[in-house]
Nanobody
Framework: VQLQASGGGLVQAGGSLRLSCVAS????????MGWYRQAPGKQREPVAH???????IYADSLKGRFTISRDVGKNTVYLQMNSLKPEDTAVYYC?????????WGQGTQVTVSS
């Protein structure tokens, strides 16, 4: 599976961004797709993921601000990020699990200025 992430950028605190991840296969055939992030000097951490059946799980600290969704027809998973904070600054990675294997897209930088 190839994953193409986009949508990062520079935004002021309190603003919003929507990340997109286009998969080379139908999202209905991918066990799970989601987003991770890695801030400078920190380990990569999970943000949210959505299963083949459409169920979603979020990092506890991000519930209420971030929403993961998908467009089956476009093979795309989105991450809507609202009320962004400077601590959300990180490289965001799209990831997928397909037939038990992990796949990663290139990262997209999100920078939130105070």
């Amino acid at each position: 599976v190839q994953l193409q992430a986009s949508g990062g950028g520079l935004v002021q605190a309190g603003g919003s961004l929507r990340l997109s991840c286009v998969a080379s296969k139908s999202v209905l055939n991918i066990d799970r797709m989601g987003w991770y992030r890695q801030a400078p000097g920190k380990q990569r951490e999970p943000v949210a993921h959505i299963s083949r059946g459409g169920g979603s799980i979020y990092a506890d600290s991000l519930k209420g601000r971030f929403t993961i969704s998908r467009d089956v027809g476009k093979n795309t998973v989105y991450l809507q990020m609202n009320s962004l904070k400077p601590e959300d600054t990180a490289v965001y990675y799209c990831a997928a699990i397909y037939f038990g294997n992990d796949y990663w897209g290139q990262g997209t930088q999100v920078t939130v200025s105070s």
